[in-house]
């Protein structure tokens, strides 16, 4: 069995993560045995620049991933350019907890641009509708917003959404049509063959 140890910002990641993590392991690590450890949730402000913050959050996780599995870091980057904040990040985990297996992922800009991804996919699910044109996934800033024009009454809620959006969720349309979450993919890939070896 491998632990996965998420660290998340949002309480709507708390409760979908966890939800795609398994199906993700069922399409790209079926016979894998993967337990998701419940999210470990920061206030991303502070995880990053508060280094006692940091550290506590960090060693929680390494704790709870133990030698076999690996910790998964999860963050909006917002404005912010996820590549370079994720190598930053990892490098400074890295410095943290040596010798752990980590994947570093910072959605762009939001976690909601992986439903725009596959918004075609989600149209008519969970009172979602989508049958106009589609903007670049991880082109559009405030993907909140724009989820919300796609609900009845503005409607959309993360708590409240985001668990069953990712259930329902086509990954390989996702993968196709988003950056990060590919990048995603491609770590949890790497990572369990890593381990299985």
């Not at 993590?21 to 990053?48: C, G, K, M, Y």
């Not at 800009?109 to 996934?137: K, M, Q, T």
Request: a positive charge; hydrophobic letters at 45%; one cysteine or more.
């Amino acid at each position: 069995m491998i632990n996965v140890v998420p660290i998340v910002e949002g309480d709507g990641e708390v409760k979908a993560l966890p939800v795609l993590l398994r199906r993700l392991n069922e399409w790209l690590s079926p016979a894998t045995w993967v337990n998701v450890v419940h999210p470990i949730r920061v206030r991303r402000d502070q995880f990053l620049n508060k280094e006692e913050e940091f550290l506590k959050k960090i060693r929680i996780a390494a704790r709870l991933c133990g030698e076999h599995g690996w910790i998964l870091i999860l963050l909006d980057a917002d404005d912010d350019c996820p590549r370079a904040m994720a190598q930053h990040l990892r490098e400074k985990v890295e410095a943290a907890i040596p010798g752990h297996h980590l994947s570093v992922v910072f959605a762009n800009h939001e976690y909601e641009a992986w439903f725009i991804a596959a918004a075609r996919s989600l149209n008519g699910r969970r009172g979602f509708v989508c049958d106009g044109p589609l903007p670049e996934a991880e082109g559009i800033r405030g993907a909140k917003e724009w989820m919300s024009k796609h609900f009845p009454k503005g409607a959309y809620h993360p708590v409240q959404h985001q668990p069953g959006l990712s259930a329902s969720m086509d990954l390989q349309q996702a993968y196709d049509n988003s950056r990060s979450f590919r990048k995603l993919c491609n770590d949890w890939r790497f990572l369990m063959a890593r381990m299985l070896n």
